[in-house]
Nanobody, 123 residues
Framework: HVQLVESGGGSVQAGGSLRLSCLLS????????MGWFRQAPGKEHEGVAI???????TYADSLKGRFTISRDIAKNTLYLQMNSLKPDDTAMYYC??????????????????WGQGTQVTVS
């Protein structure tokens, strides 16, 4: 069965950087759409960024320039490089994927596969 396992979260001071990883396994077909969401305490899931199988990327407007999504196809791994972190970035970060395109890209219900999340805390 499909599994997504995130890693790389932790505690960092404002202005610092973290790189999240998401290892995808157990699928026999290509995932068309892979991305990152986050959920802060008391708030709904927020789309962070996605990358499509063709390589196209989409970011939340508020995060452009600080966050970068990428993937290593050979390693079945998705990444999120986060720079210039702010306390408002504190959240649980989730990896999500689906075999089809999702519209709008940040529609939580459009993704069938989710990881368990990794906590990012910025102080």
């Amino acid at each position: 069965h499909v599994q997504l396992v995130e890693s790389g979260g932790g505690s960092v001071q404002a202005g610092g950087s973290l790189r999240l990883s998401c290892l995808l396994s157990g699928f026999t077909y290509d995932m068309y759409c892979m991305g990152w969401f986050r959920q802060a305490p008391g708030k709904e899931h927020e789309g962070v960024a996605i990358i499509e199988s063709v390589g196209a990327t989409t970011y939340a407007d508020s995060l452009k320039g600080r966050f970068t999504i990428s993937r290593d196809i050979a390693k079945n791994t998705l990444y999120l490089q986060m720079n210039s972190l702010k306390p408002d970035d504190t959240a649980m970060y989730y990896c999500a994927a689906d075999a089809k395109a999702v519209a709008p890209w940040n529609w939580v219900g459009g993704y069938n596969y989710w990881g368990q999340g990794t906590q990012v805390t910025v102080s």
